[in-house]
């Protein structure tokens, strides 16, 4: 009963911007990290950025300095703003969620993916 929907990806040419959205929904009791991953065509799934429910916030090198990550935590709602994107940027990039669904119950969700191409 955990939805994880992301949205905000799309085209955009190399130096630019992009802001993605992730809204989890459902049977939630409480959402210790919400974070972003990406894949790219014939690369493995890599973390992208991570934010824990005490504002701690891990990023992947290859974005630190260029990629934000923020919460909204009355929306369950997590963010990614990304700037002066680069071609290998491009992947797919999902949402995940760490969710207690009850006091002892947990998983971590993960949505379908939104498209974000960088082109040069």
């Known amino acids: 009963q955990v939805q994880v929907v992301e949205s905000g990806g799309g085209l955009v040419q190399a130096g630019g911007s992009l802001r993605l959205s992730c809204q989890v929904s459902?049977?939630?009791?409480?959402?210790?990290?919400m974070g972003w991953a990406r894949q790219a065509p014939g690369n493995e799934r890599e973390l992208v950025a991570r934010?824990?429910?005490?504002?701690?916030?891990d990023y992947a090198d290859p974005v630190k300095g260029r990629f934000t990550i923020s919460r909204e935590n009355a929306k369950n709602t997590v963010y990614l703003q990304m700037n002066s994107l680069r071609p290998e940027d491009s992947a797919v990039y999902y949402c995940?969620?760490?969710?207690?669904?009850?006091?002892?119950?947990?998983?971590?969700?993960w949505g379908q993916g939104t498209q974000v191409t960088v082109s040069s």
């Open positions: 995940n969620a760490y969710v207690y669904t009850t006091i002892q119950a947990w998983d971590n969700y």
């Open positions: 459902g049977s939630i009791f409480s959402i210790v990290a």
């Open positions: 934010i824990n429910s005490g504002g701690g916030i």
